[in-house]
Nanobody, 126 residues
């Protein structure tokens, strides 16, 4: 059974950092892409980043470029999202999502990911 579990959210001051983790189970090893998405209160869900099955290719949304870094440890089945220089507008529920694929690329499009975690809350506030 496919499962994704996010962790690492919390309350942080502007300018601070958080590292989110997405632990995957039930996926074939090295054959799934992971995307990170977020949803702020009253707003639509938006893409943040994605990483390919091998970790060699990643995409960042404009708001994440230069501040966030996505990586994965396939031996542990974990994908990380390191978030630095956090801003109040980064507040929201962060979701990781997975898709079976053998492609060495990824797309940060929620419609391409059929499997979703329950989300983890990130609050950036002073």
């Amino acid at each position: 059974q496919v499962q994704l579990v996010e962790s690492g959210g919390g309350l942080v001051q502007p300018g601070g950092s958080l590292r989110l983790s997405c632990t995957a189970s039930g996926f074939p090893r090295d054959a799934y892409a992971i995307g990170w998405f977020r949803q702020a209160p009253g707003k639509a869900r938006e893409e943040v980043s994605c990483v390919s099955s091998t970790g060699g290719y990643s995409v960042y949304a404009g708001s994440a470029k230069g501040r966030f870094t996505i990586s994965r440890d396939n031996a542990k089945n974990v994908v990380y999202l390191q978030m630095n220089s956090l801003k109040t507008e980064d507040t929201g529920v962060y979701y990781c999502a997975g898709a079976f694929t053998t492609k060495r690329t990824c797309v940060a499009n929620s419609g391409d990911y059929p499997y979703w975690g329950q989300g983890t809350q990130v609050t950036v506030s002073s």
